[in-house]
């Protein structure tokens, strides 16, 4: 009888693709993919630890499953991801159905745990030493769409922003082999995918001895069938004219960059270790704009960081109706083990984040209905990439700036680029008319 996997995903795409990596190994194996946790013989959470409330919810998560697999004596639970890695044999204490644990670099090692689990019912943990070259490829990857794909082509960072816990768990910054790399593209390109996005933790810093990031997007370019490129997420200091430079030169490029502010306080800034100002960040931005007026900005933004008075607050809040950010990702901070800023005092009150919070992510809304207003009446290319999650007789695809409109269209046109004129808007999305 075949054997059934479930994969729960939290996090960034980085953990979106490697669980398709993951994917990839157990159809390998002969398992076949399950709708849910109750058909399935394996269940994996794929873990983020970047925030608290991230990991609390694996927690419970893993108290649900427990229920599940009393009933299901047969099923394995597995945790892997950056959770996985930070909290190493925590998940076996007094959890005695947790099955298996495994690292973010130690994806390849998933058949042998698999085997040593059939072997033997017993708790099993492989986690990477900090030196272990990542899993940039396998043999077979199970993507979630057709036409648009992932691509690894870095993993780890060098930076040690002081809020950030990436470099314990992910490890230094390693870059791969531009000839696997492209070989990749090309594979992809063949099998009729025509958007790819690039990965890496701190991926603009992506060198692989004198080839560096800039070198790397201009060889994607020129693969045939490829027709949109998009990459995730950079850091601002490693975001140089060269790479600035191709909006205006590069078409397939797509219009818009995650450029991650964290704060607009130069005293925060510091004290995250973030090694640039906010007015070498607004040079940046006014660059950007220079070569590619229309290009859309996001951004991340951590409120209540460790000192963070009102006036740095402020400082924040006047970046951002400065910028006009199209998208924000914004939180409020919360400890982080491993981290140095462990060690400053979290002193600014919950209730003070929480109202800082909501200030921002209010301006934020009126900025994106405002500048999703001014696109009404304009007509712009949309790769389709689903049915609307709120019509099923919808569509939704994405613009080159990244912005999500939904529209009806006569047939199944997923995948296809077509022409969609704008006829209103709202703060998260547009809406069009093929």
Same mark, same amino acid.
């Given at each position: $009888?075949?054997?059934?996997?479930?994969?729960?995903?939290?996090?960034?795409?980085?953990?979106?693709?490697?669980?398709?990596?993951?994917?990839?190994?157990? !159809?390998?194996?002969?398992?076949?993919?399950?709708?849910?946790?109750?058909?399935?013989?394996?269940?994996?959470?794929?873990?983020?630890?970047?925030?608290?409330?991230?990991?609390?919810?694996?927690?419970?998560?893993?108290?649900?499953?427990?229920?599940?697999?009393?009933?299901?004596?047969?099923?394995?639970?597995?945790?892997?991801?950056?959770?996985?890695?930070?909290?190493?044999?925590?998940?076996?204490?007094?959890? #005695?159905?947790?099955d298996m644990v495994f690292g973010p670099k130690n994806i390849s090692d998933l #058949?042998?745990?698999?085997?040593?689990?059939?072997?033997?019912?017993?708790?099993?943990?492989?986690?990477?030493?900090?030196?272990?070259?990542?899993?940039?490829?396998?043999?077979?990857v199970l993507r979630d769409a057709r036409f648009k794909a992932y691509i690894t082509?870095?993993?780890?960072?060098?930076?040690?922003?002081?809020?950030?816990?990436?470099?314990?768990?992910?490890?230094?910054?390693?870059?791969? =082999?531009?000839?696997?790399?492209?070989?990749?593209?090309?594979?992809?390109? %063949?099998?009729?995918?025509?958007?790819?996005?690039?990965?890496?933790?701190?991926?603009?810093?992506?060198?692989?001895?004198?080839?560096?990031?800039?070198?790397?997007?201009?060889?994607?370019?020129?693969?045939?069938?490829?027709?949109?490129?998009?990459?995730?997420?950079?850091?601002?200091?490693?975001?140089? #004219?060269?790479?600035?430079?191709?909006?205006?030169?590069?078409?397939?490029?797509?219009?818009?960059?995650?450029?991650?502010?964290?704060?607009?306080?130069?005293?925060?800034?510091?004290?995250?270790?973030?090694?640039?100002?906010?007015?070498?960040?607004?040079?940046?931005?006014?660059?950007?704009?220079?070569?590619?007026?229309?290009?859309?900005?996001?951004?991340?933004?951590?409120?209540?960081? #460790?000192?963070?008075?009102?006036?740095?607050?402020?400082?924040? $809040?006047?970046?951002?109706?400065?910028?006009?950010?199209?998208?924000?990702?914004?939180?409020?901070? !919360?400890?982080?083990?491993?981290?140095?800023?462990?060690?400053?005092? =979290?002193?600014?009150?919950?209730?003070?984040?929480?109202?800082?919070?909501?200030?921002?992510?209010?301006?934020?809304?009126?900025?994106?209905?405002?500048?999703?207003?001014?696109?009404?009446?304009?007509?712009?290319?949309?790769?389709?990439?689903?049915?609307?999650?709120?019509?099923?007789?919808?569509?939704?695809?994405?613009?080159?700036?990244?912005?999500?409109?939904?529209?009806?269209?006569?047939?199944?046109?997923?995948?296809?680029?077509?022409?969609?004129?704008?006829?209103?808007? %709202?703060?998260?999305?547009?809406?069009?008319?093929?």
């Open positions: $009888m075949e054997k059934k996997y479930y994969i729960e995903t939290y996090g960034c795409q980085m953990n979106v693709h490697d669980s398709e990596k993951i994917s990839g190994i157990l !159809s390998q194996l002969g398992y076949a993919p399950s709708g849910d946790e109750y058909g399935a013989d394996l269940v994996l959470l794929n873990t983020c630890s970047v925030r608290e409330k991230a990991a609390q919810k694996i927690f419970t998560r893993l108290g649900q499953l427990k229920k599940l697999k009393t009933g299901k004596p047969g099923m394995a639970i597995g945790v892997c991801g950056c959770l996985a890695q930070q909290e190493k044999d925590l998940f076996f204490k007094g959890r #005695p159905y947790v #058949p042998a745990l698999l085997e040593e689990l059939q072997r033997e019912r017993k708790q099993l943990l492989a986690l990477s030493g900090p030196r272990q070259e990542p899993t940039f490829e396998v043999e077979t082509i870095m993993e780890g960072c060098d930076k040690f922003c002081t809020f950030c816990v990436v470099p314990f768990l992910r490890g230094r910054e390693i870059s791969r =082999d531009p000839h696997s790399i492209l070989e990749e593209a090309r594979r992809l390109a %063949g099998a009729g995918y025509v958007e790819i996005c690039l990965l890496g933790q701190n991926v603009n810093s992506y060198r692989f001895e004198q080839f560096d990031f800039a070198d790397l997007v201009i060889s994607l370019h020129e693969i045939p069938g490829i027709r949109r490129i998009r990459y995730t997420s950079p850091h601002p200091t490693d975001i140089n #004219p060269k790479v600035m430079d191709l909006y205006a030169s590069l078409p397939k490029l797509c219009n818009n960059l995650h450029l991650p502010l964290q704060a607009g306080s130069n005293e925060v800034l510091k004290r995250m270790k973030r090694d640039y100002s906010s007015e070498q960040y607004m040079e940046k931005v006014e660059y950007l704009r220079e070569r590619s007026p229309d290009i859309a900005l996001s951004s991340d933004i951590i409120v209540g960081f #460790p000192g963070e008075t009102r006036e740095d607050f402020q400082r924040t $809040m006047d970046i951002v109706r400065q910028v006009e950010y199209s998208g924000l990702f914004s939180f409020k901070y !919360s400890q982080r083990p491993f981290t140095s800023a462990l060690k400053l005092e =979290d002193d600014i009150p919950e209730e003070e984040k929480s109202q800082r919070l909501s200030e921002l992510q209010e301006a934020q809304r009126q900025i994106q209905f405002r500048l999703n207003q001014k696109l009404i009446g304009t007509t712009q290319e949309v790769l389709v990439e689903s049915h609307s999650r709120k019509d099923a007789e919808m569509f939704m695809g994405r613009t080159s700036c990244n912005r999500s409109v939904n529209f009806s269209a006569p047939g199944e046109i997923l995948g296809k680029f077509v022409q969609v004129q704008i006829t209103g808007a %709202g703060p998260n999305s547009l809406i069009g008319r093929l």
